[in-house]
């Protein structure tokens, strides 16, 4: 049952099926059709070469495979796989660092922050530079105000920020995960931006995010 005023998860009922042993077989491939062209873009476009990018479809459906009865529908599904997607592209990230810092070659580049720069062997920035304790300080409650505020917004208006904004998927492409028009994906994010705007300060500009167009 959906609470009032939330709106169904177009892939629950798929889900529930695969979680009741009905129909595992054609329910996968019916969620492998529907959300790999995404994932692929979502792989490729942070620098994965094509072979990489199916590797890494192939591994977050075998963990969605393994981990699918503890999804309790909190989230949209399609949210938790993007999440599993984006632990996979952050653990790859890490590997090939690793590697890089045993003198292997590695053709996926990626901007790092402070860090990673530190941990790949380059100079780290001079501390003097950086930002106080008290301004890292400052910086983390702004955060955290902000994803208290994108907390409060109305369901699918949440999924679609939060696609938007931590999975970096394009207005198209979000609109596509949640099976709804792009015209409602730009009209929840131009509400969004305003009800986040009132709630929480723009930290970083993210919030500037929310109305660029990336069709």
């Known amino acids: 049952m959906t609470a009032p005023g939330e709106e169904e998860d177009p892939f629950g009922s798929i889900v529930r099926e695969i979680q009741q042993g009905r129909h595992i077989e054609p329910n996968y491939e019916r969620l492998a059709q ?24 192939q591994e977050v459906f075998l963990k969605v495979a393994k981990s699918i009865q503890s999804f309790e529908g909190r989230s949209r599904f399609v949210c938790w796989i993007f999440e599993i997607a984006h632990n996979l592209y952050a653990n790859e990230l890490r590997r090939r660092a690793a ?12 901007e790092q922050g402070p860090e990673e720069e530190d941990r790949r062997g380059r100079a780290p920035a001079l501390s003097a530079g950086g930002p106080s304790p008290y301004e890292e300080a400052e910086c983390r409650e702004r955060m955290a105000k902000l994803r208290a505020a994108i907390a409060t917004l109305p369901p699918q208006m949440r999924q679609c920020v939060y696609l938007r904004i931590y999975q970096d998927l394009k207005f198209r492409e979000v609109a596509e995960v949640m099976n709804v028009s792009l015209d409602t994906v730009k009209a929840h994010l131009g509400e969004a931006k305003k009800r986040l705007r009132q709630l929480a300060s723009n930290e970083g500009g993210i919030l500037g995010r929310l109305d660029e167009n990336h069709e």
Do not use: H, K, N, W
């Open 34 to 57: 529907y959300l790999r062209p995404a994932l692929r873009r979502y792989f490729t476009s942070r620098g994965f070469p094509p072979e990489d990018v199916e590797d890494l479809c």
């Open 99 to 110: 590697e890089m810092r045993q003198g292997q070659e590695i053709p996926l580049m990626e």
